[in-house]
């Protein structure tokens, strides 16, 4: 939970996945820009469709291409920080009795100890709970997410005008 990048020390391997995507996100910027270029053209009036459909599914593929891979690392992140939870919430059992004692103001003796141990087991609840479950730094997942609304403008302004039919197109 204390590591530097934000993503258990495993932030490299997120990288390396998303790098990859960045090849499979070609084909998905090769049929956004015709999708914006054909209605000039009448000739290509039959095409649009298909191009709607084919976007849908290139970013559907970029997608999987990113997640597919990094399921197993977030399957094991999530199986960590379960683990932390669990060992954390054993802790604070543990000091049930001394917290019951500090409150109804019997163990004066031991309040500042006890006080020092709240203090680091709360710290230590807030660090294991904003743990990251992916190997990915949250400005890489805006990123992905504003590259793919991006590249679905077309089909989203379409819609949005009622210019695609899902019915035919499906």
Same mark, same amino acid.
């Given at each position: 939970? #204390?590591?530097? @990048?934000?993503?258990?020390?495993?932030?490299?391997?997120? @990288?390396?996945?998303?790098?990859?995507?960045?090849?499979?996100?070609?084909?998905?910027?090769?049929?956004?820009?015709?999708?914006?270029?054909?209605?000039?053209? @009448?000739?290509?009036?039959? #095409?649009?469709?298909?191009? %709607?459909?084919?976007?849908?599914? &290139?970013? %559907?593929?970029?997608?999987?291409?990113?997640?597919?891979?990094?399921?197993?690392?977030?399957? !094991?992140?999530? $199986?960590? *920080?379960?683990? #932390?939870?669990? *060992?954390?919430?054993?802790?604070? +059992?543990?000091?049930?009795? &001394?917290?019951?004692?500090?409150?109804?103001?019997?163990?004066?003796?031991?309040?500042?100890?006890? !006080?020092?141990?709240?203090?680091?087991?709360? *710290?230590?609840?807030?660090?294991? !709970?904003?743990?990251?479950? #992916?190997?990915? @730094? +949250?400005?890489?997942?805006?990123?992905?997410?504003? $590259?793919?609304?991006?590249?679905?403008?077309?089909?989203?302004?379409?819609?949005?005008?009622?210019?695609?039919?899902?019915?035919?197109?499906?």
């Amino acid at each position: 939970p #204390w590591h530097v @990048d934000r993503a258990a020390g495993i932030k490299p391997v997120g @990288d390396y996945f998303f790098s990859q995507a960045t090849f499979a996100t070609i084909p998905a910027a090769y049929l956004a820009i015709w999708i914006w270029i054909m209605p000039l053209w @009448d000739r290509y009036d039959h #095409w649009y469709l298909p191009y %709607i459909g084919l976007l849908v599914l &290139a970013v %559907i593929l970029q997608g999987l291409a990113v997640f597919m891979p990094l399921m197993r690392f977030h399957t !094991e992140m999530m $199986r960590q *920080k379960r683990a #932390w939870q669990r *060992k954390l919430d054993e802790e604070f +059992r543990q000091n049930a009795a &001394a917290r019951t004692a500090f409150l109804d103001g019997s163990n004066v003796a031991g309040q500042g100890d006890l !006080e020092a141990t709240l203090a680091l087991l709360s *710290k230590r609840y807030a660090e294991i !709970e904003a743990m990251p479950t #992916w190997p990915v @730094d +949250r400005g890489l997942w805006q990123k992905f997410t504003f $590259r793919n609304l991006f590249l679905l403008s077309p089909v989203l302004v379409d819609t949005a005008l009622g210019a695609v039919n899902w019915r035919t197109l499906l």
